[in-house]
């Protein structure tokens, strides 16, 4: 089984920062793409960010810019760093990453509030 735990969520003022960390253990031979999404209430779950295996990156639209992944292989670490951050930004973070083949099982953490204040 694989456990992700998530860390660095909590409250900021507009134009703040903030780092989310999600480490995965357990039953793992290799990551292949590692990820955050998001979920704000009375909204569907959304992408926020990716990396993939070769560190290629993907952003949504909103947070480009602004958010930065990143990840320690070595660790089985991802990261976001989230600068300017606004009132918008506010939901629970989501970690998620998928199995490099031949496994290709995906993984959830648990969820971590960030609340953007005014």
């Known amino acids: 089984q694989v456990q992700l735990v998530e860390s660095g969520g909590g409250l900021v003022q507009a134009g703040g920062s903030l780092r989310l960390s999600c480490v995965a253990s357990?039953?793992?031979?290799?990551?292949?793409?590692m990820g955050w999404y998001r979920q704000a209430p009375g909204n569907q779950r959304e992408l926020v960010a990716t990396i993939t295996g070769g560190d290629t990156t993907n952003y949504a639209g909103s947070v480009k810019g602004r958010f930065t992944i990143s990840r320690d292989n070595a660790r089985n670490t991802v990261y976001l760093q989230m600068n300017s951050l606004k009132p918008e930004d506010t939901a629970v973070y989501y970690c998620?990453?998928?199995?490099?083949?031949?496994?290709?099982?995906?993984?959830w953490g648990q969820g971590t509030q960030v609340t953007v204040s005014l």
């Open positions: 357990g039953n793992i031979f290799s990551i292949n793409t």
């Open positions: 998620n990453i998928r199995l490099s083949l031949p496994d290709g099982r995906t993984y």
